[in-house]
């Protein structure tokens, strides 16, 4: 192995720069090892971080293991390492795209990801091959689970080679492409620098010794009723001995900042063995809570994972509307009629047995709506058609194709295009403008354009000589699914609505108590009436219980983007044929397919 500790010059795209006290050595194999850090870094050929050995014990795998390790993403193609440094204590990698700082410190690696370039947020990752089920230490003998697919609640912990554990935090993992990936961090922005902690641990933690799987009355973790539920803990001993300890459950409520209720129950389980625990919930306040659950043994106490369940859920219902709300909605719809549509279509091109075509016309406040509408060729019939929301921010708009029986349109809401170049959507703008702008008058606001344009765009696309207007669906996620919401309320004629995850509910509370990042009104003390007053006018709870066709919702409740607490309160709301899919371990993603509403649309 030959060491380069004479050439420290790492080539960059803006040139060169000294590495001062790191050392790097080439292996044989490719790639190089570090030397005079207080723990060793593997960079792979590839530019990749395939391992980490602090004091002999070494953490993630060589790149033909199950692990392979972490490395910067660009989308979702890994980007090689192109930059290398280091202080003391402290290992920077990166690329022009994004870097991430890796600080050695007495209770774990501490992982700072910044975001250069990119601007989907996938800065770091680790990914694991789907072949992968189960990783055991050799040294203890424990096994411990990977998920088999989607989000999960509780942290994912590693086993280093030798029995240590590395803890990191599993609301970053899913399923996707070639393995399971942990992104650190999810969705970074140019703002704050996001901070993320890799815990290790030099032996087995006792949350390692105890595995726990909850279970609640109903599987999707929804009790509609109050009262005195019941709530289930199944417990396996992981330890090689008799296991003697307590089990606690704290409780806190979504829109609360302290616990409400610790729960706790004795157990004793011998070696291998499993036993469920069964919990009475009684006397809370309808709402979304978070259940930690720990394991405690001789003082020492231990998190081993987090569940999160709806109570009372039927009793979640919207705050007080406006006097003049409906008045306030029929004069803008009546506004906007008079306004001349100024309709521009041209067609883009044919995909497959389709056409494609680009489209904008005028609306409220001066803005122009912008969308895509996909057509098939065969024009002898009409088809049913579907209209798509958009999520938020700016962004392009992907075109809607249906295959050749399906009309589509998909429109912005934000008065820009729906195909510009990417350095033209100003995605570091946050809140996006359309959030903001206006907003301490209802009838500038201008989401007053925004909603007001989902009934015209309906109108627009019934109008169509192709579509069959009395087979319409509607559909979005996160803000798509609350505009969606929204827009069944404003067009009574829709077939059907399929909104997933939707935002845009319980403002009041995003205002005043969530306050998410990507809703970050600031306020003075003398706005804030102003602000609350008009947000409840826009409120897609509102809305809800003007919604007359079939309606299929979903929700997760690790979703802190559109908490399940809010969505609910819609959801009540509803007077008409409505379902919801509650999934009790995603967070802000899937939902119900387009063949939920098979049956009642086409």
């Excluded at 907003?439 to 009934?455: E, H, P, Q, T």
Aim: some cysteine.
């Amino acid at each position: 192995m030959r060491s380069i500790t004479l050439l420290l010059l790492i080539l960059t795209m803006g040139g060169v720069f000294a590495v001062e006290t790191i050392t790097l050595i080439a292996r044989p194999e490719g790639g190089w090892r570090t030397v005079g850090l207080p723990y060793i870094a593997r960079i792979s050929a590839l530019g990749h971080l395939e391992s980490l050995i602090v004091d002999e014990l070494e953490f993630l795998a060589p790149s033909d293991g199950p692990i392979h390790g972490l490395f910067i993403a660009n989308g979702n193609a890994p980007a090689a390492f192109t930059s290398i440094k280091a202080t003391n204590d402290t290992l920077i990698i990166g690329n022009d795209g994004a870097e991430a700082e890796l600080h050695f410190a007495k209770d774990g690696i501490h992982v700072i990801a910044r975001n250069l370039k990119y601007t989907d947020g996938y800065c770091l990752r680790l990914e694991v091959t789907k072949n992968l089920a189960r990783i055991k230490s050799p040294v203890t003998g424990l096994e411990h689970e990977l998920p088999v697919k989607g989000n999960v609640s509780a942290k994912m912990r590693l086993i280093a080679y030798n029995g240590a554990s590395l803890t990191l935090p599993g609301d970053f993992l899913y399923a996707g492409g070639k393995g399971y990936m942990v992104k650190l961090p999810w969705m970074l922005q140019e703002g704050p620098e996001a901070n993320y902690v890799i815990e290790i641990a030099a032996a087995p933690k006792i949350e390692d010794l105890v595995k726990v799987l909850p279970k609640a009355a109903f599987q999707d973790f929804t009790y509609w009723e109050g009262g005195a539920q019941p709530y289930y803990t199944e417990l396996t001993n992981m330890s090689p001995d008799v296991f003697r300890g307590s089990l606690i459950i704290a409780l806190r409520h979504y829109l609360r900042p302290a616990p409400t209720t610790e729960l706790r129950q004795p157990f004793v389980l011998g070696k291998g063995a499993t036993k469920l625990l069964t919990w009475k919930l009684e006397g809370l306040e309808p709402g979304l809570y978070i259940a930690e659950i720990r394991v405690e043994r001789k003082d020492v106490r231990g998190t081993c994972c987090f569940s999160r369940f709806v109570y009372h859920a039927s009793a979640l219902k919207p705050q007080t509307k406006p006097a003049d709300f409906d008045a306030f909605w029929a004069r803008t719809l009546e506004e906007q009629a008079k306004i001349p549509l100024d309709l521009h279509i041209t067609k883009v091109k044919e995909v497959g047995k389709s056409e494609l075509y680009k489209f904008d016309f005028a609306g409220l406040l001066g803005y122009r709506c912008y969308g895509w509408l996909s057509v098939p060729l065969d024009k002898t019939k009409k088809y049913p058609a579907v209209l798509v929301l958009p999520s938020s921010g700016l962004h392009a708009i992907a075109p809607p194709l249906f295959g050749d029986n399906t009309v589509g349109m998909a429109i912005n809401i934000s008065n820009m295009d729906v195909d510009l170049p990417a350095d033209q959507y100003d995605w570091r703008t946050w809140p996006a403008p359309y959030l903001v702008t206006g907003i301490l008058d209802k009838n500038y606001y201008s989401l007053r354009f925004s909603y007001a344009v989902l009934a015209r765009a309906a109108e627009f696309l019934a109008a169509r000589p192709e579509v069959d207007a009395e087979n319409m669906l509607v559909t979005g996620s996160s803000q798509g699914g609350g505009l969606t919401l929204i827009a069944a309320g404003l067009y009574p004629k829709f077939k059907a609505a399929i909104a997933n995850v939707p935002a845009l509910c319980r403002l009041d509370w995003n205002f005043e108590i969530i306050k998410p990042e990507y809703f970050p009104i600031g306020a003075t003390k003398g706005s804030q009436p102003m602000i609350s007053r008009t947000l409840s006018y826009y409120d897609a709870v509102h809305f809800a219980p003007r919604i007359t066709c079939p309606i299929w919702v979903s929700v997760g409740l690790f979703d802190d983007v559109t908490p399940a607490v809010n969505v609910f309160c819609a959801f009540n709301a509803i007077p008409g044929q409505k379902h919801i899919l509650v999934q009790p371990f995603t967070g802000h993603g899937g939902g119900w397919s387009h063949d939920a509403a098979k049956g009642v649309w086409p």
